[in-house]
């Protein structure tokens, strides 16, 4: 595949309707700009209205025209996903990219407001419910999109279905319960699009990663005695959230996309470089672990997809 690409060679998105969950920070941010700058309306649905205002006004600096609206969604309540999910669709009747963006890395053992485990709480299973209450609208729209942003640390655990939850914090291990969630977004992605194309709708799922990306995604580690050490290593294999977004963006936009694929960067190692289809494990190809995965969250959630036409 095509290494050059770039984002100038996107077309113009007026007419398109775009949410970037947490899209006011880091690599989410970065792509809430790309996608205004080409004119798309473009949903920051993020979890503080405050965070979400300020990244909004930083953008209008130097985009007047920017067409971006704020709205609420906290992946770690069901029920504000459900209040976005029917908010977006009082106000919009079509959605052509659902870039499942936002996410928390490496915290320690903590539960949602459902009492999911946090990491695959708001990673995977509010994005798992986010999707299937929009997904409606998706089908309704031509060529519409659903980018799903994983990570290379999915390669570093597979699903727990023993124990999905680390219930009581048993056998927790922040790593591992990140890589869990990466996982399960890779899950998802193929399986929902198995799931598309069994009922024949005009939708493509993909996911991307952005390699090491330099973002505020590890908050949750500055008080930890080695940070430090952390930081300078990550600084001197990482890339800008600039960068590390395209792999995403590309996923969202380009016309030679095919289903499933998985966008990374090109180097070797997958931190750094130009945005181009990369391979997942193959424990993300399990198709039984994808369709344990999608019941489990199908019962956790409530929420069924309709994939009728
Ligand atoms: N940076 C990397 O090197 C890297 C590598 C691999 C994968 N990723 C993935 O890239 C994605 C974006 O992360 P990032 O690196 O850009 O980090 P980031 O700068 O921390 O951005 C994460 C975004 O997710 C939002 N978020 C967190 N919890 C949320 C919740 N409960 N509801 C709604 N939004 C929530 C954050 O909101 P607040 O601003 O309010 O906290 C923020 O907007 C994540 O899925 C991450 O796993 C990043």
């Avoid at 180097?267 to 424990?283: C, D, F, I, L, Q």
Wanted: aromatic share 10%; hydrophobic share 45%.
């Amino acid at each position: 595949m095509r290494a050059d690409w770039t984002v100038s060679e996107i077309n113009d998105l007026k007419g398109n309707v775009i949410i970037v969950s947490g899209g006011n920070s880091g690599i989410g941010f970065e792509a809430v700009k790309i996608f205004a700058a080409k004119g798309a309306a473009v949903i920051m649905a993020c979890r503080s209205l405050d965070k979400a205002k300020q990244a909004y006004e930083s953008i209008i600096v130097d985009n007047a025209e920017a067409d971006i609206v704020t709205m609420h969604l906290d992946l770690s309540s069901l029920d504000s996903v459900k209040k976005f999910a029917a908010e977006f669709k009082s106000k919009y009747k079509r959605l052509d990219v659902l870039l499942n963006n936002a996410g928390i890395m490496m915290m320690p053992y903590g539960t949602t407001k459902d009492g999911f485990e946090q990491q695959l709480g708001v990673n995977h299973i509010g994005h798992f419910a986010l999707t299937g209450l929009l997904f409606d609208v998706i089908k309704a729209t031509s060529k519409a999109r659903i980018v799903n942003i994983s990570s290379n640390a999915h390669k570093f655990g597979g699903m727990r279905f023993d124990n999905l939850m680390f219930e009581d914090g048993k056998g927790y291990r922040p790593m591992r319960a990140y890589a869990q969630s990466k996982m399960a977004n890779l899950l998802f992605t193929y399986e929902l699009q198995r799931k598309v194309d069994s009922a024949g709708l005009d939708v493509m799922v993909l996911a991307a990663h952005p390699g090491a990306s330099a973002t505020n995604l590890g908050r949750e580690m500055e008080n930890k005695a080695y940070f430090k050490f952390f930081v300078k290593i990550f600084a001197s294999m990482s890339q800008s959230a600039y960068d590390g977004t395209l792999p995403g963006v590309r996923a969202s936009l380009d016309p030679q996309a095919v289903a499933a694929a998985y966008y990374g960067p090109d180097s070797k190692r997958g931190m750094t470089g130009k945005p181009v289809v990369v391979a997942s494990n193959e424990a993300s190809q399990s198709e039984e672990d994808a369709k344990k995965l999608w019941d489990i969250s199908e019962d956790l959630t409530g929420v069924i997809f309709d994939f009728s036409k």
